[in-house]
């Protein structure tokens, strides 16, 4: 019988008694979460982890598709490997929905949920269609194996106001090369199962007196205000800042004034 194996590459930053597990956006690594490591390094330990695909984690042996049981696994592996008990979670863009599906699964541990800009509170009508059936994954993938026709595609949706100009410069910037585009097919296909229900998660985190921030850009066209909605219905009482910024510069604007106090 094989064992199954967890791969768990991590920068670990400071030396602080708060910790945090941090998750960053896609096509990113651990070092993303850096600013973090800059600013917090007397009073926090922050393990910034590779998502599954991503830096040094990107060639080891993992499932086609990353369940919420085998997460809980990994991450259940984590904790008993670094000697952890309380946390917090943090998480940026695609990092987000790992922190919203750990907070999930680990609410009674956890001490502060901190979200910059996530995914996976509003599940995008895009990423469904791209990921949930067959000829939808056969679709993702000849758009991203045939990078011109969806680029004239996306810059005529544009041109339509259909498409955000912004998002689409988004789009452009992290498909550059086969490897960029790889990535992506396989962090939208391996990551659909992990879905979150929004007022049961809401209802956990209170449960717990567990305290959420939600931290978002101005002008951010990646992953606008509106996405995170349902989150604020279910649970009002969270720590809501909106910073002057896009999306790719926004950890460095949210670890630049950390702590926030409202």
Do not use: C
């Amino acid at each position: 019988m094989s064992t199954v194996q967890y791969p768990t590459s991590f920068v670990k930053y400071g030396s602080g008694p708060i910790i945090w597990l941090a998750f960053h956006g896609i096509g990113q690594d651990a070092q993303a979460m850096a600013p973090f490591g800059e600013q917090l390094v007397h009073t926090h330990t922050i393990y910034s982890i590779d998502l599954p695909y991503h830096g040094q984690n990107r060639l080891a042996d993992w499932p086609a598709s990353i369940t919420k049981s085998y997460w809980q696994s990994l991450v259940a592996h984590f904790l008993t490997q670094q000697g952890i008990d309380r946390f917090s979670v943090v998480g940026f863009s695609m990092g987000g929905r790992f922190a919203l599906v750990t907070a999930d699964l680990f609410a009674p541990q956890l001490d502060e949920l901190i979200l910059i800009a996530p995914d996976g509170i509003t599940e995008d009508p895009w990423f469904r269609a791209a990921t949930g059936t067959v000829p939808g994954r056969w679709l993702l993938h000849f758009f991203l194996d045939n990078t011109r026709f969806f680029t004239r595609l996306g810059h005529g949706l544009v041109r339509l106001g259909v498409l955000n100009a912004g998002l689409m410069r988004f789009v452009e910037a992290t498909m550059q090369t086969p490897k960029q585009r790889q990535q992506i097919e396989q962090s939208w296909v391996g990551f659909r199962h992990l879905t979150i229900n929004i007022p049961a998660l809401a209802d956990g985190l209170r449960a717990n007196k567990v305290r959420v921030w939600l931290f978002l850009g101005q002008f951010d066209a990646v992953l606008p205000m509106s996405h995170t909605r349902p989150l604020l219905r279910a649970l009002p009482e969270t720590q809501k800042v909106v910073l002057a910024s896009g999306h790719t510069s926004l950890v460095r604007r949210v670890a630049t004034g950390w702590p926030f106090t409202l």
